[in-house]
């Protein structure tokens, strides 16, 4: 009899189990990264953009200026992380997807220009959660630029040589 109840009693917890299954699969589940190769800037202007070359220098210095802005009031780390991987606080909470770049993949920079960083950091990304970073109350173009610079750095950090 005893036997009995204590199924019956798992029975009914089970239910609850599953769906706890499914709230925990919605909640964990991390948003994939959008084909990071595929260039995020209109065909039309890329050849043009392409072009542009950043005005900073990779000096230990720079990088330095950048890390503070990417980590501090340019607030990149928020989403794409303190480490770069694209797993920052509010990527997380928002489940943002596509998810932010993974700045630590070096074949992404393979593919990548610095004057198409800079579009993007000063357009954002249409259809995605990457805003525009630059204007008034956010960061100007040269501070982008040390961003850029920081951002270049990512994959040495994982032990990746870069190009
Ligand atoms: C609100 C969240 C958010 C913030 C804040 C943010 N990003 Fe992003 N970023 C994203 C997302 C999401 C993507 C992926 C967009 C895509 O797949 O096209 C992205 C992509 C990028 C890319 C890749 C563009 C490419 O060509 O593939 C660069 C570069 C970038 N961000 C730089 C920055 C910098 C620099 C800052 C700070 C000045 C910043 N982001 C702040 C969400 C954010």
Known sequence: MMFVRRMYFVNCLLPFVFIGFLISGVFWSSAAERDPLQPRVPLTLLDEVKTITNPIHSTQENIQRGKELFEGIAICSQCHGVGGKGDGAVAVNR??????????????????????????????????????????GMINEEQAWYVITYIRTFPQREGETMP
């Open 95 to 136: 489940g943002l997807d596509p998810s932010p770049r993974d700045f630590t993949n070096v074949e992404f920079h393979k593919a990548r220009t610095d004057g198409e960083l800079f579009w993007v950091i000063n357009n954002g990304s249409p259809g995605t959660a990457m805003p525009k970073m630059t204007g008034p």
